[in-house]
């Protein structure tokens, strides 16, 4: 199902098309002005595996992509093999084991759309239009993951293209080593899923989303409540807040306050939101609205043509913080004073996360999660907000706990986005099954531990 309507070719630099077959695969519409020297559109596994082992016979390095949802374009790399995988699209659910097995161009929203019709549920992205690809690979930080666990922690099994051009199933069992790596190395990861074999879940009954908008003058009473209550918020409840220049309804620079909610019914869902209705902050919202019902649908269809726009020059960068908000604060006023234009904004998330999690590459998590997204429409200039995010997360670096692959700047910042334990594992990991460096590694990265400045 959900055929790409446009058959794969391959396309060498100076064809015609070559430009589109590598700047139309990425979401943010910046151009890198980095090259590769040939693109391979896959149409099934088959031509996966004879472009993986054409580019060893010719000693060229790939660089792959599934949705193109890289914020930092992580695919687009200069000389070597790109590989798109977006028309590897087959969804195939058992609904009597609650389980899917899809190809890595699905989209988030087209794999909700499968699950809705069996009642089924998986923690997908929260846009409609991100490939379950990078988004499984990095962790994932889908819809209600604080209750079912990171995106990757519900992949049972990964089929993968080795640097040698061979397939192998690989699971907690078989290949331990290398699903252990797919569970979090994210753009860094050192073979070809070509599918994913996903646990699904009950689908809750009740999804909704309420909300309240503020000024931003209210930065700092908003910020320190729901820094304080949100250890207390149900896992079931997404609770953050978005800064934007352009606040829903206020239509000026606000503070959105969200918590989308999955429940097993409408009254658990309006008792988990009880905190916002009762809260000591309320009396200064310009906006309070009541707990609607949404499809997940829409809710991810919305997000994307409110905040996430597409024709946009996109770049990000974020922290994971332990820390309680109260220092912070001087620096979060400074990040809103300089703040660039809609679309641009700035997502504080309560995170709280389970005290354990299974042995798996994912490991840099923490209280709560601070992220920036500047969003530059044709006509604002680059030069003067391309820095935005890294400067000020670079500024907050005290604080930070490590960052999450999936809003990753490595390129301009590099951080720690695994233990550093895990860090050896990885590296173990890809010596053994990529040997020659045949897969591009991530664009930026600290030091090995241990090693010598
Ligand atoms: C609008 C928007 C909303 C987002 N929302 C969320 C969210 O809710 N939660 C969240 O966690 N993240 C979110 N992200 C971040 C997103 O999940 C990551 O950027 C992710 O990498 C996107 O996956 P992709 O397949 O679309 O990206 P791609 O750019 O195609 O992939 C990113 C990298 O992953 C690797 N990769 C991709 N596919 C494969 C494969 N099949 N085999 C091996 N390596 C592969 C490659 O190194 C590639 O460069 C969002 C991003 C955007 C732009």
Redesign the pocket.
Known sequence: MHKNPTQGRVFRAGDAGFEEAVLGTS?TVRDPGRRPDIVVQANDVYEVIAAVRQAAQDGMRI?????????AQ??IRDGGLMLD?SRLKRIEINPSKATAIIG?GVLAGELNAAAVKHRLFFPT???YT??M???L??????WNSRALGMGCQNVTGIDVVLADGSLVHANEREHADLFWSARGA??G?F???VRFHLQLHRRPRFIGLKSQVFRIKHLEEVMRWADNIGPQVSPQVEFQIVMNPKALLINAHGLEVIAPVMADSWSQAREMVDFMTHSPVRHLASLHLPLVPMSLEFMMKTG?KTL?LSNTRWSADNMWMNDPIEPLLPAIRQIADTQPPHPSHVLWLNWNPPASRPDMAFSVENRTYLALYCGLGKHVDEAAHVNWATDHMKSLAPWSRGIQL??ENLARRPAKFVSDANMLRLDQARAKYDPQGRFHPWMGRLPAPGASA
């Open positions: 979401f660089g792959m992509c599934s949705g193109g949802h890289s914020w992580n695919h995988l890595p992205a929260h846009a991100v490939g690809g990078g988004f690979l990095q962790g994932g930080f889908g994210g753009p990861f073979g070809v899923v994307e996430f999936a809003d």
